[in-house]
């Protein structure tokens, strides 16, 4: 079985809808979740965390931009998270790989959202090969980290952290600015618009 989802964020819903879509998958079956990157590593989560991990492997997180959901004014910093559904669980000394997705290839354009600039798809064909190979790869920002200690204490953002250059991250209230000015330049441009018409004795018309 395999299982997609986007859960609402409030509460402690993508912590929730974890547990019940691993319940669901049958053994080897793959869940691709998409969540706060903090989700598996706040201490009040950590006691669901060690059930999740009780009975799935956690493959691969890839950390998105901050950016990602910037028209929708929140700037929550998201992961995609993948699981297998296995009866060992996710054993102490396994490997997960990470991915620094910040650069993906997308700016962001007044007035526009988020569009891709022409890198994306070669951007999505070596994560997916990072991800499906098990690679550490500096052009990708591609990692490979235990999530638990040697003592056995879980740190669910790797234990060991990005070893490649950061790539900065975009200002999100910089984004929202410019994208709310662009829409009320827009908006005062349609009004002024309808006026014209409007005088010209052309009605009827929704700028």
């Not at 598996?40 to 006691?47: C, F, I, Q, R, V």
């Not at 691969?60 to 998270?81: A, C, H, N, W």
């Not at 296995?86 to 997308?106: K, P, R, W």
Request: charged share 25%; hydrophobic share 35%; net charge negative.
């Amino acid at each position: 079985t395999k299982c997609v989802i986007n859960p609402p964020y409030e509460n402690d819903n993508p912590i929730n809808f974890t547990m019940s879509a691993i319940e669901y998958l049958t053994e080897g079956g793959r869940l691709v979740i998409i969540m706060p990157n903090n989700t598996l590593s706040k201490g009040a989560n950590d006691k669901a965390a060690r059930a999740i991990l009780s009975k799935a492997q956690l493959d691969f997180v890839l950390d998105m931009p901050q950016q990602l959901f910037f028209e929708q004014g929140r700037g929550v910093k998201t992961s995609i998270f993948g699981f297998t559904k296995t009866s060992n669980g996710h054993e102490h000394d396994a490997l997960v790989t990470f991915v620094d997705m910040e650069d993906d290839g997308h700016e962001v354009r007044a007035g526009h959202g988020r569009r891709d600039t022409g890198r994306w798809s070669a951007i999505a064909s070596r994560v997916a090969n990072a991800v499906r190979n098990g690679l550490e790869d500096e052009a990708t920002h591609s990692w490979r980290t235990r999530i638990f200690d040697d003592e056995g204490t879980l740190d669910a953002r790797g234990v060991r952290r990005n070893p490649w250059p950061q790539t900065e991250s975009h200002d999100l209230v910089a984004a929202i600015a410019d994208w709310q000015e662009a829409r009320a330049q827009r908006e005062e441009a349609q009004s002024r618009m309808a006026e014209v018409l409007t005088a010209a004795g052309i009605g009827g018309f929704d700028a």
